[in-house]
């Protein structure tokens, strides 16, 4: 088992940037992944990392945009988010996975944190 605690959402102006971290309650060196779900909407997959860290993938949506990385150390994964724009505006899910490198799909993925919710404004 492994538990995870997502934290650095918040209210941002269009075009700021926010710093999402995701701490584990255990060293893993499982996949992990970022998903978001709006009001009415799927959840969706924002961006993964293998458990090395060597490995990403992203949403076309948030490409150029958005960065994952990984402190193995500290047991923790961070989303980066620059260029932020009103529709990524979402509750924001950290996700673990004890296999693979890193899915898009979110049925991959075992582990969920509670959310942490990002607004942006225009």
């Known amino acids: 088992q492994v538990q995870l605690v997502e934290s650095g959402g918040g209210l941002v102006q269009a075009g700021g940037s926010l710093r999402l971290s995701c701490a584990a309650s255990?060293?893993?060196?499982?996949?992990m992944g970022w998903f978001r779900q709006a009001p009415g909407t799927e959840r969706a997959f924002v961006a993964a990392i293998s458990g090395g860290g060597l490995n990403t993938e992203y949403a076309d949506s948030v490409k150029g945009r958005f960065t994952i990385s990984r402190d193995n150390a500290k047991n923790t994964v961070s989303l980066q988010m620059n260029s932020l724009k009103p529709e990524d505006t979402a509750l924001y899910y950290c996700?673990?996975?004890?296999?693979?490198?890193?899915?898009?799909?979110?049925?991959?993925?075992?582990?969920w944190g509670q959310g942490t919710q990002v607004t942006v404004s225009s």
């Open positions: 996700a673990a996975a004890n296999y693979g490198l890193g899915s898009p799909n979110q049925y991959d993925y075992g582990y």
């Open positions: 255990r060293r893993t060196n499982y996949a």
